[in-house]
């Protein structure tokens, strides 16, 4: 699939139908995440693929956003490994993090996969549920699965601003 396609037709998924999602598709849209950039190839991003019944119960606790997605993938990044920028008041951590899902969403619609990045949860209690190490911190949440067949784009998905209204040159 040509790029351009990709980042203009993937959408939000939040109906997912009840088809499961074979291995070898998540292992490829778990390598994009893989080869993602990082700030100094830190690479301190971590991947939980939620399957299970009592992680995905534990996810349904914490939001109503799974939409019935048969895998969630957990991006955290491990706040004690991260490149501290000058001044000290910013780290790569969420932007690394945000990159990584990025790609992940990427890839997913270009294996034929439906997605949806999910910030509607309380990250300290969902990683408390999930036994997670104290130093990680998770950004977001990527269902995955299959779209069901009336799993569509929200009306407003094509709805975009002029590039004029976006960009400034100095």
């Known amino acids: 699939m040509e790029f351009s396609e990709v980042i203009r037709n993937r959408y939000s998924c939040k109906n997912y139908s009840d088809r499961p999602l074979e291995q070898e598709k998540l292992d490829a849209i778990l390598e994009a995440g893989r080869l993602a950039p990082t700030a100094k190839n830190l690479q301190e991003q971590h991947i939980y693929v939620l399957k299970s019944e ?3 119960a534990a996810m349904d606790a914490e939001t109503p956003c799974r939409y019935h997605a048969p895998v969630v993938l957990a991006i955290a990044f491990n706040q004690e490994h991260v490149f501290k920028y000058p001044g000290g008041k910013n780290n790569s951590g969420i932007e690394d993090a945000a990159i990584v ?13 439906g997605s949806c990045w999910v910030n ?3 990250p300290d209690k969902l990683a408390e549920a999930l036994s997670l190490p104290e130093n990680e911190q998770i950004l977001a949440l990527l269902d995955l699965g299959y779209p069901s067949e009336n ?12 590039l004029s209204e976006t960009v400034s040159y100095l």
């Open 54 to 56: 009592q992680a995905l």
């Open 101 to 113: 899902t990025t790609h992940l969403m990427l890839a997913a619609y270009n294996e034929g996969v």
């Open 120 to 122: 509607f949860f309380d």
């Open 151 to 162: 799993g569509m784009p929200l009306p407003n998905h094509s709805s975009r601003k002029d």
